[in-house]
């Protein structure tokens, strides 16, 4: 039953969005632009319409979905898994009812919530929620055919999709609250979540088996003494763990919270201060204040 429930709720977008994508790709077979490509660089050289010529056509993968939150569907799923069905501490109708008036008068529960086990700790408990998460959104998006009569596979790499698609979600089991932001990235811990150390973290996502999962995308920040001294080796034999692991991707921020509080209050003092954010490095002053403070948030590992 939990396998049907969760394969409809899946289906039901992904329909809609290999409609959304058919007809990109019916205009670029029958709606071609030559008057627009005249103008444009590198068309008339190639000899393309600027629909079939990458540098212009922001759909070229066409069978290529992002997604985002998909650590916040496991985490939750875990809550669910944890309270309601093994410890029976809840049911799903008071669950429910607590996350549709966003845990008011429920803060309680919310903590329990919280502290239920989360993906990110080389928790068994957790790690194989996320896993089967992963593996049945897969499968389930794969039975559809794009427009080529390929499938469809979805990745990762969001770039900051997760914040603005947190930002219009209403609150979720794992005790995130209306228009948080979702995990980072599809291979990313929520913010905060990950308290047992980096190579936990390394371990947690090492159980995903990327050609199943394809394109995790992973993010992590290290206080700057993690690069310093003979912190160096160690960083070495943990980036050569991520490598035996068999981990799709990793991006680093390597800046102490105490900068980034400063940068937030006085941005002037810092105007050259780059950060990674999900597939992307921007400067801090022209970020948002929510898309910094989930910045701030993310957990600093280091190696005790």
């Not at 919280?114 to 794969?142: C, F, I, S």
């Not at 290290?222 to 003979?230: A, K, V």
């Amino acid at each position: 039953m939990k396998t049907q429930i969760f394969e409809l709720q899946v289906r039901f977008p992904y329909r809609s969005t290999l409609l959304y994508y058919t007809t990109i790709q019916l205009k670029r077979a029958y709606l071609k632009r030559p008057l627009v490509s005249a103008h444009l660089d590198g068309c008339i050289e190639q000899g393309k319409d600027s629909r079939d010529f990458v540098p212009y056509n922001g759909w070229a993968v066409e069978n290529n979905i992002k997604v985002a939150g998909m650590i916040n569907v496991a985490d939750s799923l875990t809550v669910i898994k944890k309270l309601v069905f093994d410890d029976k501490v809840v049911t799903i109708e008071g669950l429910l009812e607590a996350v549709r008036n966003d845990w008011e008068g429920k803060e309680d529960l919310r903590q329990r919530c919280l502290n239920v086990p989360k993906y990110g700790n080389d928790d068994a408990y957790a790690d194989e929620m996320a896993q089967w998460v992963h593996y049945a959104t897969q499968a389930e998006v794969r039975k559809f055919k794009c427009y080529s009569g390929t499938e469809l596979w979805i990745e990762g790499s969001v770039i900051s999709a997760y914040y603005a698609l947190g930002r219009f979600c209403p609150g979720t089991p794992d005790g995130r609250k209306d228009s948080q932001l979702f995990a980072d990235g599809t291979g990313s811990p929520t913010a905060g979540a990950d308290t047992h150390g980096p190579t936990a973290t390394l371990c947690s996502l090492g159980k995903i088996d990327t050609q199943r999962a394809h394109g995790m995308l992973f993010n992590q920040k290290f206080m700057p003494q993690s690069l310093e001294g003979e912190n160096k080796k160690l960083f070495a034999h943990y980036l050569r763990t991520w490598y035996d692991l068999g981990i799709y991707h990793v991006q680093f921020n390597v800046v102490d919270r105490a900068v980034l509080l400063d940068a937030q209050a006085h941005p002037q003092k810092y105007p050259d201060l780059v950060v990674r954010v999900a597939g992307y490095s921007a400067y801090w002053a022209d970020l948002g204040k929510p898309l910094q403070d989930d910045i701030i948030e993310r957990t600093e590992q280091c190696f005790a």
